[in-house]
């Protein structure tokens, strides 16, 4: 990061140039003497008796008001005009961009909106010119007042907001915020302080929503909507490749060829945000402990494993975040190694053309003069030896630029210390520094600049007290002045998602617990949209950089609204679900979700099948949820009983056996609600009974619940997986709870909808089929009395068997020996069902003959046989298999 020692002179001739055509009656000349008119009317601030560090101006309005709308009026329409002329540009680099910092801390709402609008304006046409400008505006205005923390007022806070949920909906905004800014290792991380300040700002902690709550929420659903709308743009290097270096490199001295192009630019920023976040991990290090710190930095490659005295001055120069206390003590020891290490330090500074004061301003700004005198000696020794080395015009030598630099300090200290009683006079100032310039004295009115300027405008050499950021000091100004002509060049990005995954990385998190906070909160349908549709953004986001857990943190946060459809009444929570517009959106949000983004959910099924499970309780999903694919190539086998339905395990017997189960689904529960015709009178739906019930079933049926079974034969291998685990996963946790009719309605609707799965996915079936069979074994082996749930089971796996034997010839031995399962039924369990069992083994022979070809299969086919010939009423269906079975000659 070399100091830019060409601009100074290319100013020069600038300014010739300009001051050839003051003779002119327009032209540049008369804009600059405007501008210095405006700024001058602005600067009656400091002439009213303003704390510098009070927010409270006491003044008229109108007179501010009135010079910053004529400043804004020429920067709009002036627009990219003014970085053709140098003077008018340096003018509003300097001096107009400090009075809108001061007047950024305006208490009056006119005012702070008037000069968010200037900011707004230069940014939109002049941000390649005003990178730290604009970073300062943030952090000590927008960051830090747009906070009720740091005392600002509500009104205050509101104006900011909404200025900055402007600049929001700038489509590059926030990109190029965390590109300029974020990935500078000198700069702050103004990207992760406008999401946090927005996360926070949207969280309504113990309050009502209130308009900066909406505000907030805006800003970070433009940043997401922004961020979705970029996908598929053409981009193609937006993968996040990391970043590995075993090596020390000088992190400093990391130059991009081309900050216009692309290919260039965004893997060097890229790899400059990889030593930024390793170098914050090191600052912190540091700030605890120096000598530690320096260790963890030698450790990660960011320091050389010997170290030596440029590389530490560079890493204190050029690295945001340091404490200058630290730095202070450092550079001020007596040790032979923090000697060098200063000098090395002052030789970063470049003081061409620079007065004293200001050169001594802008060194001291960048570390604190510690409070021994030993230590202040041989810092200020350091920078006057700097000094006279690029400034010798005045000054005769180095030790005349040491003892006017104590003189400097003594002065400050005089004229800023509210203990000293008695200040030093102009005429003090320059009778101390009679003859210090070898032997001669200095000029007086070189000597009453520097006395005015330090009056005027204290150089800080303690702590700034108070929170957050510290306010724009004029020392922290010219510093930022200087620093800018320096500084690493502001890279404009287009439309393109270049960093768009290193941004959601960071705001994903803060951005889904602060929209589901407001919608939690809100009580109209416009902001519940708000939410949803950020909430589809970020689904979106995460589907396409494949980060599958945040799209499994997302569904955690919206399946927390299902708590509704927890069932007291099951009437009372269908109509509650109907008349909720929440819950229903949040419902149709959820399954849109899924159904779009299925192949990135991971531990995210869990929850969605809770919700399910939640909504068949309530026998609001559709009765044909639970059905598997329909083969029309499966051969078409009649028995006595007819034809058994591809959507349905169950059977007559079932019904005479288990516990009676009360009808679902959309239509029958319609109807129950409509249907007067019942043993005991029931009283007459409202409307709004009516009215809710319907709203029900709309949302349900947009939902298209089933294509999350019917469609998984497309699901990622991974995803599958996941779903097939979550639907085991919740059938056993339904069998371990105490009503018996829960383990009859949950366990068994899992259990089906694990065999639809199980046949839709036929053609990788040696993916899932492990865990299949181990759920179906554990409920026939733990079974003990004759249940729905152990039927569905049995012949649920003697379907599976039937439909997949056809297709999947290299497992036709696994799927034969599992049905021997069925042989280890507890006898009274067996019992029951021996007649649906034969059917089933009957149907699946005379289909797949020709398929079972091994000595394993036919045992186990003739096993089963030879049980159920025990049973009367399956003993003739049995015999015919057998009678098929010898005098069929295809097998």
């Known amino acids: 990061m070399p100091e830019n020692t060409t601009t100074a002179s290319s100013d020069k001739e600038s300014d010739l140039r300009e001051l050839q055509l003051m003779t002119e009656p327009y032209g540049v000349p008369c804009m600059v003497e405007i501008f210095h008119f405006l700024c001058s009317l602005l600067n009656v601030v400091e002439h009213m008796g303003m704390n510098p560090r009070s927010n409270t101006l006491t003044f008229d309005e109108d007179v501010p008001l009135f010079a910053l709308s004529l400043i804004n009026s020429a920067i709009e329409l002036g627009g990219p005009s003014f970085r053709h002329h140098p003077r008018l540009l340096r003018l509003i680099q300097d001096e107009v961009f400090h009075i809108l910092m001061q007047f950024g801390l305006s208490m009056s709402p006119l005012v702070l909106s008037m000069v968010c609008s200037i900011v707004l304006n230069l940014y939109h046409h002049l941000r390649t010119e005003l990178k730290l400008q604009l970073e300062a505006f943030f952090s000590c205005v927008i960051l830090r007042l747009a906070q009720s923390k740091y005392g600002a007022s509500y009104p205050q806070q509101e104006v900011l907001m909404e200025a900055l949920v402007d600049l929001c909906r700038q489509k590059t905004f926030m990109v190029e915020m965390f590109v300029n800014f974020d990935c500078d290792i000198s700069c702050s991380n103004v990207f992760e302080d406008i999401a946090n300040l927005l996360s926070k700002s949207a969280f309504p902690v113990n309050n009502p929503l209130s308009s900066m709550h909406i505000l907030a929420l805006d800003g970070l659903i433009a940043v997401m909507q922004g961020m979705a709308d970029r996908i598929g743009n053409g981009f193609v290097s937006s993968e996040h490749s990391p970043v590995n270096f075993e090596e020390y490199i000088p992190f400093w001295l990391e130059q991009c060829e081309n900050f216009g192009d692309p290919n260039e630019w965004v893997p ?227 439309s393109r998602a270049y960093l768009d995954y290193d941004m959601f990385v960071i705001l994903s998190g803060p951005t889904i617990a602060a929209v589901s906070v407001v919608f939690d909160n809100a009580e109209n349908e416009e902001v519940y949209q708000t939410c949803i549709d950020g909430f589809l953004a970020i689904a979106k986001i995460s589907a396409y ?45 959820v399954f849109t979700i899924a159904s779009r983004y299925g192949d990135y959910i991971r531990t995210g099924w869990r929850n969605i099948l809770d919700c399910i499970l939640r909504l068949h309780k309530l026998g609001l999903l559709p009765t044909y949820l639970a059905s598997d694919a329909v083969d029309e190539s499966e051969p078409s086998t009649k028995t006595g009983h007819g034809k058994l339905k591809s959507n349905s395990l169950s059977s007559p017997r079932l019904q005479s056996i288990s516990t009676p189960k009360r009808s679902s689904g959309l239509l029958s529960r319609f109807s129950q609600l409509l249907s007067l015709a019942t043993d005991e009178p029931r009283a007459i739906p409202t409307e709004e009974q009516l009215a809710a019930h319907h709203q029900a079933v709309q949302t349900i049926q947009k939902c298209h619940i089933d294509n999350i079974f019917t469609e998984s034969k497309f699901l990622q291998a991974e995803s599958l997986l996941q779903l097939v685990r979550s639907l085991i996963n919740a059938g056993a946790q339904s069998q371990k709870r105490k009503k018996i009719s829960q383990i009859e309605d949950a366990s068994v609707f899992c259990l089906e909808l694990l065999v639809a799965i199980t046949l839709n996915n036929r053609d990788r079936i040696g993916l899932i089929w492990k865990s299949v069979y181990e759920h179906i074994s554990n409920i026939v082996k733990s079974t003990v009395m004759p249940c729905a749930l152990v039927e569905k089971a049995v012949l649920g796996l003697l379907r599976i068997c039937h439909r997949l034997l056809p297709y999947k010839e290299n497992m036709a031995d696994d799927l034969l020996k599992s049905l021997q399962l069925i042989l280890k039924l507890d006898a009274l369990v067996a019992d029951a069902y021996y007649e649906q069992i034969t059917w089933e083994v009957s149907r699946l022979v005379k289909a797949n003959a020709s398929h079972i070809r091994s000595h394993l299969g036919w045992r186990t086919i003739t096993s089963l046989l030879s049980v159920t010939a025990r049973h009367l009423e399956a003993s003739e269906v049995g015999f015919d298999t057998l009678s098929f079975i010898m005098s069929d000659g295809t097998h």
């Open 545 to 589: 950089y494949h980060l599958e857990n945040v799209l499994d943190d997302l569904i955690v946060c919206l399946c927390k609204f299902f708590t509704i459809l927890d069932p007291l009444s099951v009437e009372e929570s269908v109509q509650a679900f109907g008349d909720d517009t929440k819950a229903r959106m949040v419902t149709e949000t």
């Open 268 to 494: 060097f920023v890229r790899r400059r945000k990889y030593f930024k976040r390793r170098l914050m991990i090191g600052v912190d290090h540091f700030n605890r402990d120096a000598k530690k710190g320096l260790e963890f930095l030698q450790g990660t490659h960011l320091l050389p494993d010997k170290l030596d005295p440029q590389s530490v001055a560079c890493f204190f120069r050029f690295t945001a975040g340091l404490d200058k206390n630290v730095i202070g003590d450092f550079l001020g020891n007596h040790d032979e190694f923090c000697v060098q290490v200063l000098r090395e330090f002052s030789r970063t500074f470049n003081f061409q053309d620079m007065t004293l004061d200001t050169a001594l301003r802008i060194f001291l700004e960048t570390f604190r003069l510690p409070g021994e005198s030993q230590k202040i000696h041989r810092v200020l020794e350091a920078f006057s030896e700097r000094y006279y080395e690029q400034s010798p015009h005045i000054l005769v030598s180095k030790d005349a630029a040491l003892v006017l630099s104590y003189s400097i300090i003594m002065l400050n200290t005089d004229q800023h210390n509210v203990q000293v009683k008695k200040k030093m006079t102009e005429a003090d100032f320059i009778r101390n520094n009679r003859h210090i310039n070898g032997g001669e004295d200095l000029p007086r009115e070189f000597l009453s600049e520097i006395y005015q300027s330090i009056c005027k405008n204290e150089i800080r050499t303690t702590p700034e007290s108070g929170f957050g950021s510290p306010g724009m000091t004029p020392s922290r100004w010219i510093s930022l002045i200087h620093k800018s002509k320096a500084t690493a060049p502001y890279i404009v990005s287009d």
